[in-house]
């Protein structure tokens, strides 16, 4: 049987079409779906806009899937009770700090350069209501440690 060029682009078109419709790709983030979060070192102040994941879907989901992260975004997982979690890093692309931190915004734990890809769980070493997730490097570069602050809306002062 000979392959036209038509066959071969029908062909194509429905390949291409079939791994769309069974591809995972994360959702846009509007930038007015960003909250302000800084961050309170001995070094200074740092600013980020940070997607919230206040529900089980998007703590499940996370930043799973991303390629890229903005230096300045990350994502804020916020829980109702002061409990451990732990997180792992299944089917994230990226390297990421993980920034453990107390109900009054006190760091707790700083899990640093988690590795893409991994199964391995990062435990949060204690209670926490909130973690942070930036870029993996951003806590060492701005010298980020347990007992600095974190200011968000959601954090008691």
């Known amino acids: 049987m000979r392959l036209s060029k038509r066959n071969f682009a ?18 846009a983030v509007a930038v007015d779906d960003l909250e302000p979060l800084t ?13 919230i ?17 903005p ?5 804020l997982f916020e829980y109702t009770a002061n409990e451990s979690v ?15 931190i107390a109900p009054n915004g006190a760091v707790t734990r700083v899990a640093a350069n988690t590795e893409p890809l991994s ?12 973690v942070l997730e930036v870029n993996g ?4 570069n701005i010298g980020l440690k347990a007992g600095d602050k974190v200011r968000a809306s959601f954090f008691k002062p």
């Open 10 to 27: 029908s062909g194509l078109f429905l390949v291409v079409l079939a791994l769309a419709a069974f591809s995972v790709v994360p959702p």
């Open 39 to 51: 961050v309170v070192t001995a070094s200074g102040e740092y600013k980020f806009q940070v997607e």
């Open 53 to 69: 994941a206040k529900d089980e879907a998007a703590r499940d989901r996370g930043l799973m899937y991303r390629r890229y992260m």
């Open 71 to 75: 230096a300045d975004r990350g994502m």
């Open 86 to 100: 732990a997180f792992w890093m299944k089917n994230t692309y990226i390297p990421l700090d993980m920034i453990f």
């Open 119 to 130: 199964e391995t769980v990062v435990p949060s070493g204690g209670p926490c209501v909130g």
């Open 137 to 140: 490097g951003v806590a060492a």
